[in-house]
């Protein structure tokens, strides 16, 4: 089956530090990335769509200017949260749709946990 | 917008029993409708996908159902096992490839 994974699985950074986490389609090329946000006890909320070769499109009330996502080739995604305060500490996990005819199913990665002191 | 709710929020349950878990939504214009499970602080397994034009999907001991027109879903899961113990999630996915999630239903099944 597709395999999506991510790196790192977890990161512990200070305040005020930029972080980066890949997401990577081990298997087939993704076409289209996603990158959603868990907050303990909450269910994922998606944060930005991006396409292959484009500009990401982010969902109402995330900030483009401090999480940078580049999706530079069929197989990575990255997302870059800059400047990073506790607030922004959360379980960040990427998913993947690929051109697999009809489905349209998104492949999830297992996740990174990001924790800002 | 659309909203996902599931209900129950939690759920506790000896070994054994047959159980269902409901996922409701409010706008009937989805692609598809998928069932994952998460284990504590790990990623996302997906257990069902329910394309818009079909009732119902099985896999194993689950089996879930998508009535569309009145925006409800359910899981069944036959005959529990403790490792059955996880946090399930209803998500829906709306033209655009946008998936929407429910809160989830975490579930304990007791030995």
């Known amino acids: 089956g597709a395999v999506v994974s991510q790196h790192p699985s977890r990161v512990i950074c200070k305040s005020g530090t930029s972080v980066k986490i890949e997401c990577r389609s081990l298997?087939?090329?993704?076409?289209?990335m996603f990158w959603y946000r868990q907050f303990p006890k909450q269910s994922l909320m998606l944060m930005a769509t991006?396409?292959?070769?484009?500009?990401?499109?982010?969902e109402q009330g995330v900030e483009k200017d401090k999480f940078l996502i580049n999706h530079a080739s069929l197989t990575l995604s990255t997302l870059t949260v800059t400047s990073a305060h506790p607030e922004d500490s959360s379980f960040y996990i990427c998913?993947?749709?690929?051109?697999?005819?009809?489905?349209?199913?998104?492949?999830f990665g297992p996740g990174t946990r990001l924790t800002v002191t | 917008k659309q909203e996902v709710t599931q209900i129950p929020a939690a759920l506790s349950v000896p070994e054994g029993e047959n159980l269902v878990l409901n996922c409701s939504f409010t706008?009937?214009?989805?692609?598809?409708l998928q069932w994952f499970r998460q284990d504590p602080g790990k990623g996302l397994t997906s257990l069902l996908l329910?394309?818009?034009?079909?009732r119902e999907q099985t896999s194993g001991r689950l089996n879930a159902s998508l009535d569309k027109s009145s925006g409800r879903s359910t899981l069944y899961i036959a005959a529990s096992q403790p490792g059955d113990s996880a946090t399930y999630l209803c998500?829906?996915?709306?033209?655009?490839?946008?998936?929407?999630f429910g809160a989830g239903t975490i579930l304990r099944v007791k030995s």
């Open positions: 298997d087939f090329q993704a076409t289209t």
């Open positions: 998913s993947a749709r690929g051109r697999s005819a009809g489905l349209y199913e998104q492949y």
């Open positions: 329910i394309q818009s034009s079909q």
């Open positions: 991006s396409n292959e070769g484009s500009k990401a499109t982010y």
């Open positions: 998500a829906v996915m709306e033209y655009g490839n946008k998936l929407v």
């Open positions: 706008d009937s214009a989805i692609y598809n």
